[in-house]
């Protein structure tokens, strides 16, 4: 410590995350006015600006992927990857995240977004990406800086470093004083900040508040600490040193104020992250990635795009080594990917095509279709083992899908095979009791844009619904029940007889098909056609549903050495049973799952009556491990109801809750809403 941190040089790789509607698309427009790399500052209302490029964002006002931006500021290349604030998309950053030097985390001063801030710290923190805390929309904020960095310090598990103050005038953020440089500066809109004097009050606030900034950099710095207690001026080199290395390793968690809107602070986070901000080594070290062989190297997918016309776009960032264009890929246990065929630098939805990328840069490698979200390539032809595996949500929403016209339907699944490329948080799914496409993902909205996708991008008119729950049924008491199946209609003729014993078993027992036949009166060879004529009928039973947890015996019967033969005696079996079962007490069984809900701990108890009013059993809850003020709720609740479940329960929780379902029992369901499903199901029909 101590030391003044080492510039790093060469092309940067920064993701910006936060809260929905912080300002992260306008902090990414902010940043391109401000380095030149557009002509102006285009607001993210007007429909022009580079992120949130895509209908889909338009349409709904919101980003709903990972936009990506190119730029130069003084002499340094800049990727800088404007990754979706709503839950429901934020799987969008983790690819991403997997290969930036640093996050810049821009949120509003405003305390209801301290769960959705602590959601993106929580995936910050636990890959160790070292973080800068852009606090926006300061124009707008009355309340005192250090206060709502005091209340933001809950969604953080390092400590936040005030780095600014706001110089107020009328109650307005009219300028900002730097801690570190101890100067202070005037905001002008949509140019750069003028530096004036302190007035007597202002440094008296910064003496304050920079004392506080050394007093936290001294945690891990003990000649600084000595310093501060014998009330000594630690020299500019060692402050700047500290906060370069205690940044970078992720000690602690510099706050920037400004308003990207009027492009307030902009210059000076730019500043911080050239002078500050790590690069492709450290990320590399951070990944554990091998250093190739001489000529080789190593590329992380961050994410995967199909266009309409260049085919598959594989957005990477070379950790090690260059490419060129036409290179040979190739990933873990050497397996080969393929020749790229184009290579590209992305600018929101535009590329530009160039033929060769250095380490550190950001590129779109063409056609390399066996690649995916999250791969590791290599051009060693040894291969190179995964350096990060990403894990995937556990989907909260689904709904069935099907194509308006019936010659779409090839069409569906493999455009469906696109979108689960290009986002891996939606998993298709095949019904094969219902025969019904099922489409899973992270809530209402994200879903929503995957069909807007399926319709708009690839031109497949989509029907959808609430997939069909898979009710089954059971019979409660035994029956003994004779089928004859007998039919002449000249020459051989056909005749099977059989008695079946029919009983209930245990819950979850399945089905289990026996015999006990004596003196040979159905012969061995037809017991096995017996069995599967019974199974034809337990496919649907007199509720309309498949019939599980009985035993069927074979007891008695009778055959005709002509005319009896499998196809009679599998009649016979089903004839048999259809007649039984009605007499046996049928009834409805409904799946029940288990349900494990992590929410922060101030609504747990709103999840108890959620849990309850959707005919759910509490099982109890617990602390959330590693996650300081939520809970996990654990419940037993019917599939039936868990349906919309996530949209209650976003609408309790400032948009962060999730759960996980996994099936647990069936149970039987009678009275009105056992009726409800019937009526449905007849009605279906």
């Not at 809260?19 to 401000?34: C, D, H, N, S, V």
């Not at 290395?245 to 050239?274: D, F, H, S, T, W």
């Not at 007199?542 to 008695?556: A, H, I, M």
């Not at 029940?592 to 747990?604: F, H, R």
């Amino acid at each position: 410590m101590g030391q003044v941190g080492r510039r790093v040089e060469g092309p940067r790789c920064v993701a910006i995350v936060g809260p929905f509607g912080g300002g992260k698309t306008t902090l990414l427009e902010a940043i391109l006015a401000r380095t030149g790399a557009i002509n102006k500052f285009s607001s993210v209302d007007s429909g022009s600006s580079v992120g949130d490029g895509s209908e889909e964002a338009r349409s709904h006002h919101m980003s709903v992927e990972a936009n990506i931006a190119e730029t130069e500021f003084m002499g340094d290349t800049y990727t800088f990857i404007d990754c979706p604030g709503s839950v429901e998309f934020q799987f969008e950053s983790q690819p991403a995240l997997s290969a930036v030097d640093l996050a810049v985390v821009v949120c509003e001063p405003d305390e209801k977004k301290i769960p959705a801030l602590q959601v993106i710290l929580k995936s910050l923190e636990e890959r160790n990406i070292p973080r800068i805390l852009f606090l926006n929309k300061m124009d707008k904020c009355t309340a005192h800086v250090r206060a709502v960095v005091e209340e933001l310090q809950k969604a953080s598990a390092t400590p936040l470093l005030l780095r600014q103050i706001p110089i107020w005038k009328s109650e307005t953020a009219i300028g900002y004083i730097d801690l570190a440089l101890e100067r202070a500066f005037l905001y002008h809109e949509h140019a750069p900040s003028e530096l004036v004097g302190m007035s007597e009050t202002d440094q008296e606030r910064e003496w304050e508040a920079r004392y506080s900034m050394l007093e936290t950099l001294s945690d891990h710095d003990e000649v600084l600490m000595e310093q501060l207690l014998e009330e000594m001026e630690p020299d500019a080199e060692r402050v700047f040193g500290d906060l370069v290395e205690e940044m970078r390793q992720g000690q602690v968690m510099p706050v920037l104020i400004g308003a990207a809107e009027q492009e307030n602070g902009i210059l000076r986070l730019l500043k911080v992250l050239r002078h500050e901000g790590p690069g492709i080594e450290t990320t590399a070290k951070r990944l554990g990635c091998p250093d190739p062989a001489e000529g080789d190297a190593i590329l992380q997918v961050m994410k995967s795009i199909h266009t309409s016309h260049g085919g598959k776009l594989s957005i990477s960032r070379v950790l090690k080594g260059a490419v060129k264009d036409g290179d040979v890929f190739y990933g873990a246990d050497g397996d080969e990917i393929g020749r790229s065929s184009g290579l590209f630098h992305v600018q929101g939805q535009k590329t530009v095509k160039d033929n060769r990328a250095t380490e550190g840069q950001v590129i779109a490698l063409g056609k390399l279709d066996v690649a995916h979200t999250g791969t590791t390539l290599t051009t060693a032809k040894a291969g190179v083992d995964p350096l990060d595996l990403l894990a995937i949500p556990a989907p909260v929403f689904g709904m069935a899908v099907k194509p308006t016209e019936h010659r779409d339907e090839v069409k569906l699944h493999a455009t469906l095979q696109k979108l689960t490329e290009e986002d891996p948080s939606l998993v298709v799914e095949q019904n094969q009791d219902s025969g019904e496409t099922i489409l899973r993902g992270q809530g209402e909205m994200h879903l929503r844009v995957a069909v807007e996708r399926l319709q708009g991008k690839y031109g497949i008119n989509i029907e959808h619904y609430t997939p069909v729950v898979p009710y089954k049924e059971t019979i409660r008491k035994g029956v003994t029940v004779r089928g004859r199946h007998k039919k002449q209609s000249g020459g051989h003729g056909q005749f099977g007889d059989v008695v079946i014993d029919i009983k209930p078993m245990g819950r979850g027992e399945g089905f289990v098909f026996s015999e006990s036949i004596t003196g040979g009166v159905v012969p061995k060879q037809y017991f096995g056609s017996v069995e599967n004529g019974v199974k034809d009928a337990l496919v649907k039973g007199p509720l309309g549903f498949e019939v599980v947890d009985l035993t069927v015996n074979l007891s008695d019967g009778s055959y005709h050495t002509v005319d009896s033969s499998d196809q009679a005696f599998r009649s016979a079996g089903t004839l048999a049973m259809r007649e039984g079962l009605p007499d046996c007490s049928p009834v409805l069984l409904e799946p029940i799952m288990n349900v494990k809900i992590a929410v922060p701990n101030d609504v747990t108890a709103k999840v108890n009556t959620i849990v309850a009013g959707r005919r759910g059993q509490l099982m109890g809850y617990d602390a959330r491990p590693g996650w300081d003020g939520w809970d996990v709720v654990e419940s037993l609740m019917p599939q039936s109801e868990i349906g919309d479940l996530i949209i209650e329960l976003r609408s309790i929780s400032a948009g962060v809750a999730s759960f996980e379902a996994s099936f647990d029992h069936m149970q039987e369901l009678t009275g009105r809403n056992a009726d409800l499903v019937l009526q449905a199901a007849q009605a279906a029909e």
